[in-house]
């Protein structure tokens, strides 16, 4: 069982930047992939970012490719989103969520997500 939060979400204007966290309960002896998703009304979830235990893998979806950057932290046991020149299609509730595979497509553990609003 890993247990996850997120904070960091919060309106910010358009072009402005924002930093997710997101507390992770997660050990070297049980290492697991993280990933962050994001959530609009009406639409299915979707991936955003993801990256492996040791933090030397990174994937992104092509609509946030040189803006957003994941990291993690495993002696803060806390994985970062890094997001700048955000549009207001950027705006949703993020998730972030675990797994054993830095690829997967069906993570395992869930945090309550964190509303991300962008105006225009």
């Known amino acids: 069982q890993v247990q996850l939060v997120e904070s960091g979400g919060g309106l910010v204007q358009a072009g402005g930047s924002l930093r997710l966290s997101c507390a992770h309960s997660?050990?070297?002896?049980?290492?697991?992939?993280m990933g962050w998703f994001r959530q609009t009304p009406g639409k299915e979830r979707e991936f955003v970012a993801a990256i492996s235990w040791g933090g030397t893998s990174t994937r992104y979806t092509d609509s946030v490719k040189g803006r957003f950057t994941i990291s993690r932290d495993n002696s803060k046991n806390t994985m970062y989103l890094q997001m700048n020149s955000l549009k207001p299609e950027d705006t949703a509730v993020y998730y972030c969520?675990?797994?054993?595979?830095?690829?997967?497509?069906?993570?395992?553990?869930w945090g309550q997500g964190t509303q991300v609003t962008v105006s225009s």
């Open positions: 997660a050990r070297t002896s049980s290492p697991y992939a």
């Open positions: 969520a675990a797994d054993r595979s830095y690829r997967s497509t069906s993570y395992q553990y």
